[in-house]
Every structure is written in C-alpha cells, then in structure tokens.
C-alpha cells in the first residue's frame, strides 16, 4: 500500500509540474584546410550575397527581435555575412587580413557566436541552432 501511495504521489507530481525549459546551442562550424576549401567557401558566401542582392562585402541581416550583431573588416578582398533569424542571438565577425571570407548563420533562440579572422586566405561558416 505504501509503494502504490508512493508511485502514484510520483505520478501525480510529474503530471502536475512546469515541464523542463532546456535551452542550448547546437553549432556546427566549417573551417577551409586549404586554398580549394578556402575557394568553395568563398563561392557559397558569394552565391548567397548574390541571391539576396546584397553588394557590400559585408552584411548583416536580423529578422526577429533582440539580436546583435558585429562586424568589422581591416584589408582588402574581405567576405562577411551574419544572418540571424530568431531572437536574442548575438554574433561578431572581425577580418583583419586580405581575401577571407566567412559566414555566421543563426536560426532558433538565443545562439551566440564570435569569429576572429587574422590573417590571409582564410575562410569558415558558422551555423547555429539555438533553443
């Protein structure tokens, strides 16, 4: 009698309560070993600036409500892109170099991720799932 008084408390208290509100990043980041990556990627970057119109080397885009975003380009021949959708994520992309490109992409809640490229050549994507 007391184990069934036990389990059902149990039950009952697992039926009644707050579910669990988990949240976390799955991030999946992609980094050019050499010049052929370095081209493939810069490829994809340059296909996506194409098919949204975009004519800067670096651009930031945000649909959704309280994300942030930072981007910064010292050389020549720099490829950036931040593209957020979802809220309350937050990216930086700084190039200090010549010819890199690289593009974070975030989707979900709450992702965060920050890029440092020094250097020449280098390329990488960054993409987020954040919950």
Known sequence: MKRTLTALTLAAATALSAPAHAGGVISFEVEARNANDAQAIGILLGTYQVMNDIKANGHITQNGMNNIAAMA???????????????????????TGNHNAYGIFQVGNGASGHVDQAGNGQAGLLFQIGF
Do not use: K, M
């Open 73 to 95: 380009q010292r050389g020549t021949g720099n490829v950036g892109v931040i593209h957020q959708e979802g809220d309350n994520h937050d990216a930086s992309l700084q190039q």
